[in-house]
């Protein structure tokens, strides 16, 4: 199971997740950033330290965030996710729509 945790740094949101994101639990993690979102919270990091496996869902639901984030002039950056992640990425064409860091203290810099 997807854990969702959140981290409040003035305007900034942090959120950890941990475990694997694909189709059974994708829906219910994208409705729960969309509604921070849409609440007032778009400048945010997602920290993916934690996550194990990444499925196709999971990066439409990051499309649709940053989409969102985007369209509020906000800002999403997407921090500590493998070599793995990344690569899929940048294979699926996907690399140029978001912001990436290493660490969530690199993540909060580009927020600021």
């Known amino acids: 199971m997807t854990e969702l945790k959140e ?3 003035g305007d900034i949101t942090i959120i950890e997740l941990t475990g694997k994101i ?3 639990n994708t ?5 729960k950033l969309i509604e921070k ?8 990091a ?4 934690g996550v194990s496996y990444l499925a196709s869902s999971g990066l439409r639901m990051l499309l649709v965030v940053v ?15 493998d070599q793995t992640m990344r690569d ?15 660490t969530q203290e690199s993540a909060v810099q580009l927020l600021k």
């Open 46 to 49: 997602v920290d993916f330290g």
């Open 7 to 9: 981290i409040q740094q």
């Open 88 to 102: 899929t990425l940048e294979i699926t064409g996907f690399l140029p729509y978001f912001l990436l860091a290493d």
């Open 22 to 24: 694909d189709a059974s």
């Open 27 to 31: 829906p219910g993690i994208e409705a």
């Open 37 to 44: 979102i849409r609440g007032g919270k778009k400048y945010m």
């Open 67 to 81: 989409r969102l984030v985007n369209e509020l002039e906000g800002k999403l950056v997407l921090c500590r996710m």
